[in-house]
């Protein structure tokens, strides 16, 4: 933080010595919600990413160079991140495991090696955009989750960037009222089961020490959180590379097209991933990043914006 006579922390610096390849771009990608994430950026340091850990806001710096991964951490929560450092950055998965027999993919996880599923343990955190991104549009989603962090979120710790900001928790988007839900975007549907997950956050929380499939089973719980929602949270929180978005309205066609050679729904997708186990989501990652798909025509979805209402 920064003090009064203008001087600030001293960060936590952690360097770890990679033994095979880590693509942090890639791996750290499916953190950052839209171009203009407020608490993701990317510069020539490397790439900056705001937490509300269990002890305060932290801001970190990840940076991958040769073979060394070094994280750099500011704020009440910078011992929190340094000693998770690796897990942030996707140390302790292996995609090395992954030995596919289908052709297609046995080349797409060669010409992207070093992806991985990186995990928070911040349910909450993964929750919040997961929840924000139901049933509506990427570019609808993002918009409310950058105006939420902008209007209530905090200035991130640090020598961070300045557009960085720390997502508001749980205490934040419990004392929003409806008028502050609407300067956001964010409908009656979706606040709801926002102001749902929010009332109990401790509950939530305390999942991270679950595996991901009875994590993401218990909060298919919750009212207004379904498979999809759950899927994207295991993914992100507890770095699962076996949680394929189901309900996805792109996915399961890109799968198919790449599998079968043509598009296929939920219980396509579901049979044609069966043999990947316990790596259906690495698959379909892997399928995202070649950017293989049906051909999109027609004119585009015209985004509302139903705060002008």
């Known amino acids: 933080m920064r003090h009064p006579d203008g001087t600030q922390d001293p960060d936590r610096t952690v360097r770890v010595l990679l033994s095979s390849r880590l693509d942090l771009a890639r791996t750290l990608a499916p953190f950052r919600y839209g171009t203009g994430d407020p608490a993701y950026v990317a510069d020539q340091r490397g790439i900056w990413r705001a937490f509300g850990t269990p ?3 932290a801001t ?3 940076a991958a160079t040769g073979a060394e991964l070094v994280v750099r951490a500011w704020g009440p929560g910078a011992d929190w991140v340094a000693e998770r450092a690796g897990r942030l950055a996707g140390l302790e998965d292996d995609p090395t495991a992954f030995r596919p027999a289908h052709p297609l993919i046995g080349r797409l996880h060669a010409r992207f090696p070093g992806v991985r599923f990186a995990r928070t343990d911040l349910v909450m955190e993964s929750l919040v955009p997961a929840i924000l991104s139901q049933k509506i549009t ?3 989603a993002f918009r409310s989750w950058r105006e939420l962090l902008r209007d209530h979120g905090s200035p991130a710790p640090g020598p961070a ?3 960085l900001r720390v997502p508001p928790g749980a205490d934040v988007l419990r004392a929003l009222d409806d008028a502050a839900w609407h300067r956001a975007g964010v409908d009656r549907a979706h606040r709801t089961t926002l102001r749902l997950v929010a009332a109990r956050p401790a509950a939530i929380e305390r999942l991270s020490a679950l595996g991901p499939d009875d994590a993401a089973t218990r909060l298919q719980s919750i009212r207004g959180i379904g498979v999809w929602t759950a899927a994207e949270v295991a ?5 699962s590379p076996d949680h394929p978005s189901f309900g996805d309205y792109h996915i399961p066609a890109s799968v198919g097209v790449a599998l079968a050679g043509a598009p296929v729904d939920d ?3 579901a049979a044609l991933l069966e043999p990947f186990r316990p790596h259906r989501g690495r698959v379909v990652r892997l399928i995202e990043l070649a950017r293989i798909g049906k051909p999109r025509r027609g ?3 015209t985004v509302p ?3 002008d209402i």
């Open 55 to 57: 002890h305060g806001a």
């Open 60 to 62: 970190a710096l990840f």
């Open 138 to 140: 990427g570019k609808e």
């Open 161 to 163: 960037p300045q557009r």
């Open 235 to 239: 993914q992100r929180a507890w770095g």
């Open 267 to 269: 219980a396509g997708m």
């Open 299 to 301: 004119p585009r979805r």
């Open 305 to 307: 914006d139903f705060r």
